[in-house]
Nanobody, 117 residues
Framework: QVQLVESGGGLVQPGGSLRLSCVAS????????VGWFRQAPGEEQREMVA????????TFATSVKGRFTISRDNAKNTMDLQMNSLKPEDTGVYYC??????????WGQGTQVTVSS
């Protein structure tokens, strides 16, 4: 059974920081590209926030470049998203995502991030 479990969400003031973590089980983690997507309030689509391939290539949404960093530990099947200088527009549900190919991908259940004063 494949599971992606997120943690670390919460309420933070603008300018603050949060660190999200995702732990995977049931997959050969090192073979997957992994990343974080978020769904803003009222939006149906999830947007990619940051991703890291199995080779360590990182990609970021333009809106978070310079503020967010992503890392993975294949030995522990984990991935972290460090979010700094948070803005109200970063508010949303953040989902952990793992993809091996076009037919093989998994999602976590999501964790809420709210940036508000």
């Amino acid at each position: 059974q494949v599971q992606l479990v997120e943690s670390g969400g919460g309420l933070v003031q603008p300018g603050g920081s949060l660190r999200l973590s995702c732990v995977a089980s049931g997959i050969r983690y090192s073979l997957y590209s992994v990343g974080w997507f978020r769904q803003a309030p009222g939006e149906e689509q999830r947007e990619m926030v940051a991703s890291i391939t199995r080779d360590g290539l990182r990609t970021f949404a333009t809106s978070v470049k310079g503020r967010f960093t992503i890392s993975r530990d294949n030995a522990k099947n984990t991935m972290d998203l460090q979010m700094n200088s948070l803005k109200p527009e970063d508010t949303g549900v953040y989902y952990c995502h793992a993809r091996r190919d076009v037919k093989t991908e998994y999602w976590g259940q999501g964790t809420q991030v709210t940036v508000s004063s």
